[in-house]
Each structure stands twice: as C-alpha cells, then as structure tokens.
C-alpha cells in the first residue's frame, strides 16, 4: 500500500512525499494567523464577486432559475469535494500538492500556472475595467493618460496589499465581505424603497423558464461565481486548525454567497427593463437608478441624474463597489500565489519565485510577478480593443474564467485518485456515499467546468441542434458580434501561451529536482 503523504514539515522518504526539500527551507517563514472567522471572510469575499453580477442580470428572469439548478448539480458537489481535499490534505499550496500527488510533478505544475496566472488576467482585465467605469459614472472621466494611471493604481495598490503578512493582509478580505454585505444589503433595501414609489417591472413566470441556449450564455459566469472555495486551502499552513475550519466555512460561506448574488439579480431585473441590462454596467445603472429615491431623476430616454443624498449615496456605494473588486482581486491573490510559490519551490518553476519572505512571510517575487503581468495585460488590452470597454471586458472575463476552469478540469478529479491512493489518509470530513458519492461530485464538479471552457471557447456550442432553439452567433457576446473569428482567437492563442510558460516553467524547476534527487541518494 502506498504511504501517506506525510503533512509534517520534514517529510520522510516514501513512495510519494509530499513536497520536495526546497519548500522544506522556505515552511518555517509561515505564521498561523487565520482563525475560523477570518477563514470565512475569505471565502465570502473569494466567492461572493461583484464584476458578473451584471453578467447573469442580463439574461433575464432565467439567470436567477440557471443559479438554483446550478447551486444544486455544481455548487454543492464541488464544495463537498473541496471540504474533503482541504480537511484531509491541509498542506500549504492545496490544489497544487492535490494535483501533485494525484497526477506527478509535471501535470500539477503546468496546471498550476494556470490556476495562477488567471489572476493577473483578472486583474488586469475585467476587475480594472468594472472599477475604471465605475469610477467615471460616479466621478469623474479619465481621458487619455489618465485611464492608464487609474489602471495602475488599482493594480499596484492590490499588489501591495497582497505582499503584507498575514496578520496585516487577513484584513484585506475581511474588509471586502464587510464592503459586500454592506453594498448589497443597502442596494436591496434601496429597490424596496424605489419600488414602493415608482412600482417595478413585471416579471412573468414564462421569463423564468430555463432555456438551452440561456445555460449555454450563463453557466460560465454562474460557475465563475461559485468558485473559490479551494482558496484557503493554499494557506492551509498558516491556519490554526485547518482540518476543522475549512469544512465549516465552506458550509457557511455557500449559504451566504447563494443569497448574497440571488438577492441583487432580483433586485436589477425588478428596476431597470431586461433589454436596457448591460453584462459591464447593469449592476453600476441599476445603483444609479434605485438612488434616485434619494435624490435625482430619470429621464424620458434613461439618462440617470443624482442630485443632494442620492449623490453622496451613490459615490459611497461606488466607492463600496471598487473597494469589492479590489478586494476580490487580491483575495484571490493571497490563495493563488501561494500555491504558485509552493510549485517552484517544489521544483516545478524557477525555485527564485519560491521563496518566502522572512519579513512578511508571503511569496513576495510571485507577488510582484503578477502585478507586472496584470499591468502588461491591461495595457495590451486596452489597446487592442480601442479602448472599447465592453469588448476589453468580455475578452477579459472569458479568458480568465477559460482559464481558470482548465486547471479545475485537473485538479478536481484528484479527489477520486487520492480516495484510491491514501485509502489510510486521515480525513476528518468525506464526502457521503462513499466511492460512489465521491466519483459523483467528481463527475459532476469536472463535468460542468469542463463544459464551460468549450463554450467560452465557442460561444453558443450546441444552440441550434437536436432541435433547441436559437442561433449559435447570438451566443456571443455583444462587444464580439459578428467576430467570431476575432473572440476565438482571445481565448485560445492567450491559453497556448500560457501552457508553453507553464513547461518553461517546469525546464526552469529541473536545477532544484536535481539537487532533491542527489538529496534523496545521499539519504539512502
């Protein structure tokens, strides 16, 4: 029988340690400074993002049906699989040392630059983008130069929030959950109030019935919000007892999340009419509009003025609303690049991006790396979609979703191979049904995000066949309409490359597998 990975920091030989010796020298520069609660802001703040809401607004009434179905056939089964994996596999870098024992060096490491790299896209991408609107409906334009200082800073500032130790940096997330409780709850309290004087949209039941091509334009940003559960499991070693918190906050935090995104969706399609929801500013106008009850009006052509306390309400709520996108950024982040940090040190990148900080005990290098990377991509981004933030918005939000679901398409299955592998494991909390339970919620959480990196790629995949209803093209998005061509080549050239980093990565690791081999001999 195969031994356990052992989760000690000096682990002994056999046939599958967990970690090599190089993450051993950088182990001891971790604190445990997450409690139980600030586990749970994390995976509110990680879960609970604000950039798609908009998104699922804008395919009516059927977006909220697709969220339950979804909660139901994903949400579930793949937190039940993260609840497992975490709680029986509490080692720093979670997914990757998941992969990695399931699948080898090679396949973890290139998946994990997926999983990686996804944030600075995200970054640089979507969340800027959302923030940088945001920040002209409520303040003030940012012509030319300006746009690109705006960007920076939204990126650098993350950056340096994410370097902090975890003492400083828990405080990032539990500030955003904070922001998001808050922005949320008073936005709904805002719609009773408007509806109460100007009345809302009817919403008929026909409008809630789910639809094959609905599923197809909603799943990716409906998986995309149920996502990140896996997060604190790559600070699992800096948790003061992981195998216990990490199954109760994602308990709590799912509830919270289902309600948290349910909640505003309803209220946007309540105020503002279906066909006047855009994916990018449907959550920003519907603010505007419910606003007004304090203060503004709505013009004959849906122009939104804010006057007196509705202005002071909608430049806090837009503050709220850049602070969230902020904050989900680097929450991510502080998950993301430890992980990475982990990989290289274990010899599946450069071991220099491995190292932790002694000052603030966080990878610093990764952390700057991808700030780099995100500040690249937004002003290539910028410039190849003529500063047309719908299109730069759709491109960035696919590819960082496409990107991030691949990585799962590997790491997910991992918990049917570890079941096989360490029948012996400790795991303090497993999956119901047994082997059966577990290749269920396997199936179904691989399944889905499989499925929805083919119609990221091509938008609209099985629309029209075996006799469902409507056209393919219409899949796409509205920025991309009638360019196919040019939105498949933002997905899939972007993803190539990021697989060829990833092997340059593992050829980069091969000093520090070597020096673990001869260390490993010397041993014997």
């Not at 395919?59 to 609840?83: D, H, N």
Request: glycine fraction near 12%.
């Amino acid at each position: 029988m195969t031994q356990a990975p052992s989760l000690s920091p000096t682990p002994p030989a056999g046939d599958e340690p967990d970690l090599s010796e190089g993450w051993g020298e950088q182990r001891s520069r971790l604190r445990k400074d997450l409690r139980r609660l600030d586990v749970l802001f994390f995976l509110i703040c990680t879960l609970v993002g604000l950039d798609t809401i908009g998104s699922v607004a804008a395919q009516g009434p059927q977006g909220l049906t697709w969220m339950v179905i979804l909660a139901v056939l994903f949400f579930l089964p793949y937190g039940l699989l993260v609840a497992e994996l975490g709680s029986a596999f509490p080692v720093q870098g979670g997914p990757y040392v998941w992969t990695r024992l399931a699948f080898g060096r090679l396949v973890a490491g290139v998946n994990q630059l997926l999983y990686w790299i996804s944030n600075p896209v995200w970054v640089g991408g979507s969340l800027c983008i959302i923030a940088l609107t945001t920040w002209e409906e409520f303040f003030t334009p940012l012509p030319g130069l300006w746009k690109y200082v705006a960007g920076f800073v939204f990126i650098w500032g993350g950056a340096l929030a994410v370097v902090q130790s975890v003492r400083i940096g828990k405080w990032v997330p539990i500030a955003g959950a904070v922001a998001r409780v808050v922005l949320l709850g008073f936005f709904l309290v805002s719609v009773v109030v408007y509806a109460a004087e100007h009345g809302v949209h009817a919403l008929p039941a026909g409008e809630f019935t789910p639809t094959y091509a609905g599923f197809v334009a909603l799943v990716p940003v409906l998986i995309f919000n149920y996502v990140g559960f896996e997060l604190p499991s790559s600070a699992a070693e800096e948790m003061k007892n992981p195998r216990r918190d990490i199954p109760l906050s994602i308990l709590r935090s799912g509830l919270a999340a289902v309600l948290l995104y349910g909640g505003p969706i309803l209220g946007i399609l309540f105020v503002l009419p279906s066909q006047e929801i855009g994916s990018l500013g449907g959550f920003i106008d519907a603010c505007k509009a419910v606003f007004t009850v304090y203060g503004g009006s709505i013009a004959a052509d849906g122009t939104v003025t804010l006057t007196g306390l509705g202005s002071v309400f909608g430049g806090v709520a837009a503050a709220g609303l850049i602070i969230g996108l902020l904050t989900s950024g680097v929450t991510w982040a502080m998950g993301a690049h430890r992980a990475q940090a982990v990989a290289c040190a274990d010899g599946a990148g450069p071991a220099w991006l491995g190292r932790i900080s002694e000052k603030h005990g966080t990878p610093v290098r990764v952390n700057i790396l991808s700030a780099v990377l995100g500040s690249i991509l937004f002003v290539v981004a910028l410039n190849l979609t003529g500063g047309d933030g719908e299109k730069y918005f759709a491109a960035g939000l696919g590819l960082t979703i496409s990107t991030t679901f691949i990585s799962y398409v590997i790491t997910f299955p991992s918990l049917a191979v570890l079941r096989r592998k360490y029948p012996d494991q400790e795991r303090p909390y497993a999956v119901p049904g047994g082997r059966v339970g577990a290749w269920i919620v396997t199936a179904l959480a691989t399944g889905f995000v499989a499925f929805t990196v083919v119609v990221l790629v091509w938008p609209g995949f099985g629309v029209g066949w075996f006799g469902t209803a409507g056209n393919p093209a219409d899949s796409l998005p509205e920025s991309f309409a009638g360019q196919r061509l040019p939105y498949t080549l933002s997905q899939v050239l972007p993803l190539l490359l990021f697989v060829v980093i990833g092997l340059v990565f593992y050829a980069c690791g091969a000093p520090a597998r070597r020096r673990a081999r001869e260390g490993a001999a010397d041993g014997r």
